[in-house]
Nanobody
């Protein structure tokens, strides 16, 4: 199981970025996939999750209405579209996967089994 994130970078406040999480070694649609982030000096927090039971999506209140998680089965890739970015969105973003069938809220609170190495997003003028 391997997860590789890409798409991070420097963006001005109000701008957009799309993060990608490419999976190898397993079919993504059998796994719940989550995006997490960790800002300097802060604990990791769950951002968004897409379920492996019904495909439903879940967002932390801090990103609801601005971020969108989606899955491309043909490319075995999950995306996180981030719009209206704020300086407080600055963090290393990680994607993670888990084959169990817990709720998205559980995963975002307690984490998942498999992790990528992360991609840095910096929101600054």
């Amino acid at each position: 199981v391997q997860l590789v994130e890409s798409g991070g970078g420097l963006v001005q406040p109000g701008g957009s970025l799309r993060l990608s999480c490419a999976a190898s070694g397993f079919p993504l649609d059998y796994y719940a996939i989550g995006w997490f982030r960790q800002a300097p000096g802060k604990e990791r927090e769950g951002v968004s999750c897409i379920s492996n039971t019904d495909g439903s999506t879940y967002y932390d209140d801090s990103v609801k209405g601005r971020f969108t998680i989606s899955r491309d089965k043909a490319k075995n890739t999950v995306y996180l579209q981030m719009n209206s970015l704020k300086p407080e969105d600055t963090a290393v973003y990680y994607c993670a996967a888990d084959p169990r069938r817990y709720s998205s809220a559980y995963y975002l609170n307690y984490g998942m089994n498999y992790w990528g190495k992360g991609t840095l997003v910096t929101v600054s003028s």
